[in-house]
């Protein structure tokens, strides 16, 4: 599926617009850097924020049962359900921010029928173990690619020019962790963590399993991006995949969320490099292989606040940075409007 993503470019006067503002220049720091980004985004000195949506999206990991999380797989279901009830850390966060939230299936193993706020993309009833067998088919990893482009393309559609990003199924550090691995190179025991807390015996479980997945698997380096997403992958992750592009072939902010959502990121930007170029990385998680992904990415996170939650949790709680930064575009005083003098 073929993605027309457009680098961002400059846009004429848009430092000079930031520069002219009633500060020394460059002293707000991230902040101009976000409005910069912004502005070169929708190609404006005003950037609109309009109908911002957080999507969570959930599915569920073979690999799952065979030890590599400390909690039950049956935990998937049960947080959508809480999720859908408005009871989760990303449910008050958005709540409070003003944040669209819907929960996309994309393969939990559990049947939730027609629900509000919940988008039915199910690909299958979670994946398969990695550790034996690949998690998915050739077509299954396709078709969740292209849901994900077609949930992106709908917000577009409808008017919303923010998509956030969010996730939850038990097992997915590990499958993030195998994509990262493949995808940057870097030692498979840097990018394996604890996960949802994992004691000391469990991380070394976690990683031993994970050891096997590789040799299972032999991939040569450099293997095509969809091809280690069928390998180690969730479907949760090959669909949030699909909607970055499909987010950024359609100018949308994307807001990037943690450790999960950044290696459905690494996939999405070695289809299409300039993918990146629509993405606010939000938050550095404390789990050790998102500081590999941001290396990769060249990544600048908005907020370091010790996460390790996901849902989503980070992106809302950098959102009303991002929104600052627009009101900052928008709203503050020039030197020549307010009247004030520049310095020398």
Request: net charge negative.
């Amino acid at each position: 599926m073929p993605f027309a993503i457009v680098p961002r470019h400059p846009v004429p006067a848009l430092q000079a617009h930031i520069d002219g503002k009633t500060k020394p220049p460059g002293s707000l720091g991230a902040i101009e850097r976000l409005a910069r980004q912004l502005g070169e985004i929708q190609q404006t000195l005003t950037p609109r924020l309009d109908s911002p949506r957080l999507l969570v999206f959930a599915g569920d990991h073979g690999a799952a049962r065979a030890g590599v999380s400390a909690f039950p797989q049956e935990v998937t279901w049960q947080m959508v359900e809480n999720f859908l009830a408005g009871g989760a850390a990303i449910n008050v966060f958005a709540r409070h921010n003003g944040l669209q939230l819907a929960v996309v299936d994309a393969g939990v193993a559990h049947d939730f029928g027609t629900r509000e706020g919940l988008i039915d993309a199910k690909i299958a009833y979670g994946t398969c173990n990695f550790i034996e067998q690949p998690a998915m088919s050739t077509a299954q990893c396709e078709t969740a690619l292209a849901q994900g482009a077609a949930i992106a393309r709908e917000a577009a559609d409808a008017g919303c020019c923010v998509l956030a990003f969010g996730e939850m199924g038990i097992g997915n550090t590990a499958a993030a962790a195998l994509l990262t691995h493949h995808l940057t190179g870097a030692p498979l025991d840097v990018c394996v963590g604890r996960g949802s807390g994992l004691d000391d015996a469990g991380l070394a479980r976690k990683r031993q399993l994970l050891a096997q997945a590789v040799a299972r698997a032999a991939l040569p380096v450099g293997a095509e991006p969809l091809r280690i997403v069928q390998e180690f992958g969730g479907f949760e992750i090959a669909m949030m995949a699909g909607a970055l592009l499909a987010g950024a072939e359609r100018r949308l902010v994307l807001l990037i969320d943690g450790f999960i959502v950044t290696s459905a990121l690494l996939v999405a930007a070695r289809i299409v490099p300039a993918v990146t170029d629509y993405c606010v990385f939000c938050h550095q998680s404390t789990e050790p292989g998102h500081q590999v992904q941001l290396a990769a990415l060249n990544g600048q996170p908005l907020l370091d606040l010790g996460l390790r939650l996901g849902e989503g949790t980070g992106a809302a709680l950098a959102w009303p940075l991002v929104r600052a930064a627009a009101a900052f575009l928008a709203e503050m005083a020039s030197f020549e409007s307010a009247g004030v003098s520049r310095g020398g």
